[in-house]
């Protein structure tokens, strides 16, 4: 079995340059209302802002919002609506390679997938390994990593999406670091929620998801985020477990993000879920999120992943990384390269 190469760096533009974090107000967290962003701000040339954090147990999320008058929409089809409609196939390569899957995207739209989306089944559960948009009509080899540590079988090749999202820590293992760092963090999970197997594999916590184990902590954030007025477009959520920022992920329309809120969500509680609850928690500052953001920001950029359609980059700081999605503009008349730069889809940033 082989392993995917490394990586090169890139220069791309940063959609983290354009969001402006409006400060908290003092109501209480729960009720998630927007507060109007200091004179400071209000004068910068931002598409997004944060509205008042909700709290439940030790878990704070921090909704991101765009600023702009028409937001953004979207025709990209998510991993769960398209292997609902079976428009995505995923089996494994022709050689087996743990780290590599073959996936065609049937649909006539482009694919998104979010690094950390557990699929089940082929020789063994995985993780999809980095952020990217497949083109439409497409067959690609899309980079995983495995969740099931202790089986690789011929009970099937193929695979389907377990409609779940890999907590927090997971995510950044995938995203930022290597196929022994995400074993070691299935099995410390496994250990935390004491859903050992004899393969050691993560679907029993991707279960956890779906099955009602985290629906006190849903209902929580839901009954906040209904209260959200209308015209209040998310995009994102920054997210901390215990007062420290551990997530931010923002994406550029509302529409992609509505499709993939509920498993975010559930991928936060997952996190949060086992870290014992400290006294007397606050609620990270717009000053501690930008700092969070700003520690990412300052490092390398390295390209991640790519495809005809996207390109994907990283940044590994001292504190955070950053993950980001690129949509390249189409070529023009001719074959000709296109004179537009890529547009950022989505950005995540994760605690290291």
Not at 84 to 92: C, P, S
Not at 117 to 146: A, H, M, S
Not at 215 to 239: M, R
Request: charged fraction near 25%; charge should be positive; glycine fraction near 4%.
């Amino acid at each position: 079995m082989r392993h995917a190469t490394g990586l090169s760096a890139i220069a791309l533009t940063s959609l983290a340059a354009s969001l402006a974090i409006a400060a908290p107000s003092a109501q209480p967290p729960q009720k998630a209302v927007p507060a109007p962003p200091p004179a400071a701000e209000a004068s910068l040339s931002a598409s997004a802002k944060m509205l008042d954090p909700i709290q439940v147990e030790n878990l704070t999320l921090t909704p991101i919002v765009s600023t702009e008058a028409k937001p953004k929409d979207d025709k990209l089809l998510v991993l769960d609506e398209a292997m609902g409609k079976k428009l995505v196939r995923i089996h494994e390569v022709k050689d087996e390679d743990v780290n590599n899957l073959t996936l065609t995207n049937k649909a006539d739209q482009p694919l998104f997938l979010l690094a950390g989306e557990v699929i089940i089944g082929g020789k063994q559960d995985r993780i999809i390994g980095k952020n990217t948009i497949v083109p439409p009509k497409k067959t690609l080899t899309v980079p995983v990593f495995c969740v099931e540590h202790g089986r690789w079988d011929n009970s099937s090749k193929e695979f389907t999406t377990a409609k779940a999202l890999a907590h927090g820590r997971l995510r950044g293992k995938a995203n930022f670091d290597t196929q022994s760092d995400v074993w070691e963090e299935v099995a410390a999970k496994n250990e935390k929620r004491k859903t050992k197997s004899s393969t050691d594999t993560y679907r029993k916590v991707a279960t956890q998801q779906s099955d009602g184990t985290l629906d006190a902590w849903s209902k929580q954030v839901d009954t906040a985020l209904a209260k959200l007025p209308k015209e209040a477009h998310l995009v994102g959520f920054a997210v901390a477990v215990n007062g420290k920022v551990a997530t931010v992920d923002v994406f550029d329309s509302p529409a992609l993000f509505k499709k993939l809120q509920t498993k975010l969500v559930r991928s936060y509680i997952t996190d949060a879920i086992d870290v014992t609850k400290a006294k007397d928690i606050k609620p990270p500052t717009a000053a501690d999120v930008k700092a969070f953001i700003a520690d990412a920001e300052k490092a390398q950029e390295e390209r991640a992943y790519e495809t005809d359609y996207a390109s994907s980059d990283m940044k590994k700081g001292d504190k955070a990384a950053k993950a980001r999605v690129m949509l390249k503009a189409a070529p023009v008349a001719g074959g000709a390269p296109a004179a537009a730069p890529p547009k950022p889809v989505y950005e995540s940033y994760q605690a290291r």
